[in-house]
């Protein structure tokens, strides 16, 4: 047996907590015994971590190794706690020191580790940046014998890897360790190895047990009883029977996990459900929750207390949350390997098997789910996107290898990087450009082929150990009743948020009204159209070759209907794709309704009025590239106004009036050659080029992390800076992460060609029209002008103001609007001049005494005769003139002017405090000195 292997003291314990080993264990621990270098590949629950772990135990307590002699690398905070606490009970048994480092670590806790360094210390990805340079540390950092990356398919395609790659290659140049990788499932093995394994010799356990996986993609059909819950909550009916599916899946399954793709839907869903079922034990888990929230509602799970946690990818990696016996996906998980770690979580023993469901939500969603469904049961991955030798990592990891060996060669530190798989393309020109550069902002300089680090480089190497953007919120506020809707992310609101433009949050749709410092003032709208969910940063990029087949799907049914019938092709669907009866009956009724198919060879043009929608089945990021080009090109021919929305199927374009533009030339204009061309030009001049050169500029050092830049400031620097490595990067990253420059090239090309060919229509189709209908779950029925005042009026009725007499000065009382006694009078010396005010202290009663012995200046004159035309506006008009002095930013002289003209109607009257609120808003930017 496998476990035998291991030392004595390991196979007691083992004994206590195994009964057998797992197919992982069995297959990784002889070749760690043997001190191979490893990528363990293994789903979540299959026993990695101990895999890697139980043999390092081993080889610990026979050999007499010098701390820190194991190094456990984790990509995210909650995975290095959830990892002690797993590990910790053998530690303790063992009598083996292991200790946690993150960005909260207290600095007496990292003096501890410094002094008295553990034998096991487990670190994120950014904690090793400041370790690998502290010199006490570092000498601890000469005796590691073993290092284990877990998780590292989550980073391969992103900056946070490329940093990892570069710390593990400088961790290597100070000592000869044993490297274990650990990932869940990743479709280009040989690549994780090339750009983690230093070079080393690597062999591959791939673990992957031989589950049942049953997965169903469903779209629930409305029942009688889900009126109810639609009239309760304010939701459309189709959102109604899926919220009652969820929760029957839910109450029918010992624990689920609940997935959805943002942060904002998933708190849509849990306060739904609570308003639903306030019995029902459900909590919500993501990111942006505090650490204490999570770590409870994980207990919670794990004690059986609720039953279901609604969650994002905070639980997709493998923290240990107990026995999970149904995963729901709500909507498309837009990626297989993502559906397939979730899914992974199901089934509390490796034996047992995986259940999934995917709740779609709309016909786009039923394709594309159901392509992914069964794309997850063959196991066919998404290739992997690296990204190509990023110049501001470069410029951080060179000053930490000049921390590293002071006063290092440019040959050594270029052929440092030359070395490493995400910079073998490095040019020795494009390195020498970043180093001058780096001298230029005074963080180096160079002499005699010596690179030198200056004092500024200590702050700026500490300040941006994280790749990870940094992002302040702003207050989103509805201007009706002031209250706080959502706090939105910085990137959002920079990229999509101007006056008169429509969002939805929080469920609902909102008409920006202004935007001043870190508040964004909205009021309700009914215009869906064109509105921008501020979740859509979050989403993942659905894939070329998924938005693909769900074309190839399209057409493949409309083939099928017009041979063998519709009949035939409900069986055929039911056959070959996980799906439900209604699931296959909505892709038959979508495209039985098509003259024409979007398909992957096929490019439809439709339009109607002032909507475009220009159907191309090429996945988010080629979908991305082509409008960031017709934006440009339409923008630069046409003088007129637009709104342009993409998706993974098409892209939609709102004009202001109709337009007569010839989309189908503008296509076939664009050549392969220039579309580089095209990109440099227009990307610079964009939203995103603004908020990426921010982040890019700060990665470089040349500004600071808390620097709070406006927009002509940004743009300045942008022209200032237009021949630096640092605008080179900005490019290369919005084209790595928001784009695909390659494949647009060869889509253009098959333009050319006639291998893809352009069809124009008059009149939008049902595909194209579920495009504009894709916000399916808001819960809106267009809020009517009546509602909207109605919502002002009653936090006007519920204002309270507190009444002093102006008078005597001696007497004042609080009241709600609402409660205001008629005919109110001073209960001291009888009189009405009565001034309803909003705040009061004790200088308004000093002003009314002064004011009595005729003692006042200009100013308080001023003040005072304020003071008293409210008294005379409330003692003239009663209730309505404490009404509309209690608006923001209505005083004396526009209260009478509103006062004094006719209302046919209450609501005529609150209609119109409620414009001149909202003109006082729009103005009070330009009134500040």
Same mark, same amino acid.
């Given at each position: 047996?496998?476990?035998?292997?291991?030392?004595?003291?390991?196979?007691?314990?083992?004994?206590?907590?195994?009964?057998?080993?797992?197919?992982?264990?069995?297959?990784?621990?002889?070749?760690?015994?043997?001190?191979?270098?490893?990528?363990?590949?293994?789903?979540?629950?299959?026993?990695?971590?101990?895999?890697?772990?139980?043999?390092?135990?081993?080889?610990?307590?026979?050999?007499?190794?010098?701390?820190?002699?194991?190094?456990?690398?984790?990509?995210?905070?909650?995975?290095?706690?959830?990892?002690?606490?797993?590990?910790?009970?053998?530690?303790?048994?063992?009598?083996?020191?292991?200790?946690?480092?993150?960005?909260?670590?207290?600095?007496?806790?990292?003096?501890?580790?410094?002094?008295?360094?553990?034998?096991?210390?487990?670190?994120?990805?950014?904690?090793?940046?400041?370790?690998?340079?502290?010199?006490?540390?570092?000498?601890?950092?000469?005796?590691?014998?073993?290092?284990?990356?877990?998780?590292?398919?989550?980073?391969?395609?992103?900056?946070?890897?490329?940093?990892?790659?570069?710390?593990?290659?400088?961790?290597?140049?100070?000592?000869?360790?044993?490297?274990?990788?650990?990932?869940?499932?990743?479709?280009?093995?040989?690549?994780?190895?090339?750009?983690?394994?230093?070079?080393?010799?690597?062999?591959?356990?791939?673990?992957?047990?031989?589950?049942?996986?049953?997965?169903?993609?469903?779209?629930?059909?409305?029942?009688?009883?889900?009126?109810?819950?639609?009239?309760?909550?304010?939701?459309?009916?189709?959102?109604?029977?899926?919220?009652?599916?969820?929760?029957?899946?839910?109450?029918?399954?010992?624990?689920?996990?609940?997935?959805?793709?943002?942060?904002?839907?998933?708190?849509?869903?849990?306060?739904?459900?609570?308003?639903?079922?306030?019995?029902?034990?459900?909590?919500?888990?993501?990111?942006?929750?505090?650490?204490?929230?999570?770590?409870?509602?994980?207990?919670?799970?794990?004690?059986?207390?609720?039953?279901?946690?609604?969650?994002?990818?905070?639980?997709?990696?493998?923290?240990?949350?107990?026995?999970?016996?149904?995963?729901?996906?709500?909507?498309?998980?837009?990626?297989?390997?993502?559906?397939?770690?979730?899914?992974?979580?199901?089934?509390?023993?490796?034996?047992?098997?995986?259940?999934?469901?995917?709740?779609?939500?709309?016909?786009?969603?039923?394709?594309?789910?159901?392509?992914?469904?069964?794309?997850?049961?063959?196991?066919?991955?998404?290739?992997?996107?690296?990204?190509?030798?990023?110049?501001?990592?470069?410029?951080?990891?060179?000053?930490?290898?000049?921390?590293?060996?002071?006063?290092?060669?440019?040959?050594?530190?270029?052929?440092?990087?030359?070395?490493?798989?995400?910079?073998?393309?490095?040019?020795?020109?494009?390195?020498?450009?970043?180093?001058?550069?780096?001298?230029?902002?005074?963080?180096?300089?160079?002499?005699?082929?010596?690179?030198?680090?200056?004092?500024?480089?200590?702050?700026?190497?500490?300040?941006?150990?994280?790749?990870?953007?940094?992002?302040?919120?702003?207050?989103?506020?509805?201007?009706?009743?002031?209250?706080?809707?959502?706090?939105?992310?910085?990137?959002?609101?920079?990229?999509?948020?101007?006056?008169?433009?429509?969002?939805?949050?929080?469920?609902?749709?909102?008409?920006?009204?202004?935007?001043?410092?870190?508040?964004?003032?909205?009021?309700?709208?009914?215009?869906?159209?064109?509105?921008?969910?501020?979740?859509?940063?979050?989403?993942?990029?659905?894939?070329?070759?998924?938005?693909?087949?769900?074309?190839?799907?399209?057409?493949?049914?409309?083939?099928?209907?017009?041979?063998?019938?519709?009949?035939?092709?409900?069986?055929?669907?039911?056959?070959?794709?996980?799906?439900?009866?209604?699931?296959?009956?909505?892709?038959?009724?979508?495209?039985?309704?098509?003259?024409?198919?979007?398909?992957?060879?096929?490019?439809?043009?439709?339009?109607?009025?002032?909507?475009?929608?220009?159907?191309?089945?090429?996945?988010?990021?080629?979908?991305?590239?082509?409008?960031?080009?017709?934006?440009?090109?339409?923008?630069?021919?046409?003088?007129?106004?637009?709104?342009?929305?993409?998706?993974?199927?098409?892209?939609?374009?709102?004009?202001?009036?109709?337009?007569?533009?010839?989309?189908?030339?503008?296509?076939?204009?664009?050549?392969?050659?220039?579309?580089?061309?095209?990109?440099?030009?227009?990307?610079?001049?964009?939203?995103?080029?603004?908020?990426?050169?921010?982040?890019?500029?700060?990665?470089?050092?040349?500004?600071?992390?808390?620097?709070?830049?406006?927009?002509?400031?940004?743009?300045?620097?942008?022209?200032?800076?237009?021949?630096?490595?640092?605008?080179?990067?900005?490019?290369?990253?919005? #084209?790595?992460? &928001? *784009?695909?420059?390659?494949?647009? !090239? $060869?889509?253009? =090309?098959?333009?050319? %060609?006639? /291998? @893809?060919?352009?069809?124009?229509?008059?009149?939008?189709?049902?595909?194209?029209?579920?495009?504009?209908?894709?916000?399916?779950?808001?819960?809106?029925?267009?809020?009517?002008?009546?509602?909207?005042?109605?919502?002002?009026?009653?936090?006007?009725?519920?204002?309270?103001?507190?009444?002093?007499?102006?008078?005597?000065?001696?007497?004042?009382?609080?009241?709600?609007?609402?409660?205001?006694?008629?005919?109110?009078?001073?209960?001291?010396?009888?009189?009405?001049?009565?001034?309803?005010?909003?705040?009061?202290?004790?200088?308004?009663?000093?002003?009314?005494?002064?004011? #009595?012995?005729? &003692? *006042?200046?200009?100013?308080?004159? !001023? $003040?005072?005769? =304020?003071?008293?035309? %409210?008294? /005379? @506006?409330?003692?003239?008009?009663?209730?309505?003139?404490?009404?509309?002095?209690?608006?923001?930013?209505?005083?004396?002289?526009?209260?009478?002017?509103?006062?004094?003209?006719?209302?046919?109607?209450?609501?005529?009257?609150?209609?119109?405090?409620?414009?001149?609120?909202?003109?006082?808003?729009?103005?009070?930017?330009?009134?500040?000195?």
């Amino acid at each position: 047996m496998i476990f035998s292997l291991l030392g004595k003291k390991i196979q007691d314990l083992i004994s206590q907590r195994f009964k057998e080993p797992t197919l992982v264990q069995r297959l990784a621990i002889p070749k760690i015994l043997e001190g191979k270098n490893l990528l363990i590949i293994s789903e979540t629950g299959s026993g990695k971590t101990e895999s890697a772990m139980l043999p390092i135990f081993s080889k610990l307590i026979e050999e007499n190794y010098k701390p820190i002699s194991v190094l456990y690398i984790t990509p995210l905070r909650a995975l290095n706690r959830d990892l002690l606490e797993r590990l910790i009970w053998w530690s303790q048994k063992l009598g083996i020191e292991i200790d946690v480092r993150h960005g909260d670590t207290s600095s007496y806790r990292r003096r501890q580790q410094a002094e008295f360094p553990p034998k096991i210390l487990i670190a994120t990805l950014e904690t090793l940046q400041p370790i690998l340079v502290g010199k006490k540390m570092r000498e601890h950092l000469k005796n590691i014998k073993f290092v284990i990356v877990d998780e590292v398919h989550e980073v391969i395609d992103s900056k946070r890897g490329v940093q990892l790659s570069l710390a593990l290659q400088r961790l290597s140049l100070i000592s000869n360790f044993q490297l274990i990788l650990l990932s869940a499932t990743v479709s280009e093995e040989e690549k994780v190895i090339r750009a983690f394994g230093l070079g080393k010799k690597f062999e591959i356990v791939k673990a992957l047990e031989k589950r049942e996986k049953e997965i169903k993609v469903i779209y629930p059909s409305s029942l009688p009883k889900d009126k109810e819950i639609s009239e309760k909550l304010l939701i459309p009916l189709s959102s109604a029977s899926r919220l009652r599916k969820v929760l029957e899946l839910i109450e029918g399954s010992q624990s689920s996990l609940l997935f959805t793709n943002t942060r904002e839907f998933a708190e849509i869903l849990g306060s739904r459900i609570k308003l639903l079922a306030r019995n029902f034990k459900v909590d919500v888990h993501h990111s942006s929750l505090g650490k204490e929230a999570r770590v409870l509602t994980e207990r919670k799970f794990k004690q059986k207390e609720i039953k279901s946690v609604i969650c994002t990818s905070s639980l997709q990696l493998g923290i240990d949350i107990g026995h999970v016996d149904l995963v729901i996906q709500y909507q498309s998980p837009r990626k297989v390997t993502q559906f397939l770690q979730r899914i992974g979580r199901s089934g509390h023993a490796i034996s047992k098997k995986i259940k999934g469901i995917i709740i779609a939500t709309n016909e786009d969603d039923i394709f594309e789910s159901s392509i992914i469904a069964k794309k997850a049961l063959n196991f066919e991955l998404e290739k992997i996107k690296t990204y190509e030798k990023p110049l501001d990592i470069l410029a951080h990891q060179t000053i930490g290898l000049l921390f590293d060996f002071p006063n290092s060669s440019i040959d050594f530190v270029f052929s440092f990087f030359k070395k490493n798989f995400f910079y073998r393309n490095l040019t020795k020109q494009e390195f020498l450009q970043v180093l001058k550069f780096l001298e230029s902002i005074g963080l180096i300089f160079i002499e005699n082929g010596k690179l030198i680090k200056r004092r500024k480089a200590y702050e700026y190497y500490f300040s941006q150990i994280s790749t990870i953007p940094s992002s302040k919120k702003y207050k989103m506020i509805n201007l009706l009743d002031k209250k706080l809707i959502a706090n939105l992310d910085e990137e959002f609101v920079l990229l999509n948020v101007e006056k008169d433009s429509n969002i939805i949050v929080k469920g609902e749709a909102w008409r920006v009204v202004d935007i001043q410092e870190d508040k964004v003032f909205v009021e309700p709208s009914n215009q869906i159209e064109g509105a921008i969910p501020s979740w859509e940063g979050e989403l993942i990029p659905v894939s070329f070759e998924v938005s693909q087949d769900v074309c190839k799907l399209r057409q493949k049914i409309y083939d099928l209907i017009e041979k063998n019938g519709k009949d035939f092709v409900l069986n055929f669907l039911k056959k070959e794709y996980p799906i439900d009866e209604n699931c296959a009956r909505k892709m038959v009724e979508v495209i039985e309704k098509q003259e024409e198919i979007p398909n992957d060879k096929k490019i439809l043009i439709e339009k109607e009025g002032k909507i475009v929608v220009i159907n191309l089945c090429f996945g988010s990021k080629v979908n991305e590239t082509i409008s960031k080009i017709l934006e440009a090109l339409i923008s630069s021919r046409y003088f007129v106004k637009f709104l342009i929305r993409k998706d993974p199927y098409r892209i939609i374009i709102y004009f202001e009036n109709p337009v007569d533009i010839n989309f189908k030339e503008i296509f076939k204009e664009i050549k392969k050659e220039n579309l580089e061309v095209y990109l440099d030009l227009i990307l610079p001049n964009s939203k995103i080029f603004e908020w990426r050169f921010v982040q890019v500029a700060k990665r470089f050092g040349l500004i600071k992390e808390d620097a709070d830049l406006s927009k002509s400031r940004v743009r300045k620097l942008i022209e200032e800076f237009r021949y630096t490595p640092i605008f080179a990067e900005t490019l290369n990253e919005i #084209k790595t992460e &928001k *784009l695909d420059v390659e494949k647009t !090239k $060869k889509i253009f =090309e098959k333009i050319k %060609k006639g /291998e @893809i060919e352009i069809f124009e229509k008059k009149k939008l189709s049902k595909i194209s029209k579920i495009g504009l209908e894709q916000f399916s779950d808001i819960s809106f029925f267009g809020k009517e002008e009546k509602e909207l005042i109605e919502i002002f009026k009653k936090r006007i009725l519920e204002t309270k103001l507190t009444f002093v007499c102006v008078n005597c000065g001696k007497w004042y009382e609080r009241y709600l609007i609402k409660e205001i006694p008629e005919n109110l009078k001073c209960r001291i010396c009888g009189a009405k001049l009565i001034a309803p005010l909003k705040v009061v202290n004790k200088n308004i009663f000093n002003l009314i005494k002064k004011a #009595k012995r005729k &003692k *006042l200046n200009e100013k308080e004159a !001023k $003040k005072y005769n =304020e003071l008293k035309e %409210k008294a /005379e @506006i409330f003692m003239y008009y009663g209730k309505k003139g404490a009404i509309a002095l209690a608006c923001k930013g209505i005083g004396p002289k526009t209260a009478k002017r509103i006062l004094s003209r006719y209302y046919r109607s209450e609501k005529e009257f609150f209609k119109a405090l409620l414009e001149e609120e909202k003109r006082y808003i729009l103005n009070k930017k330009f009134w500040k000195v």
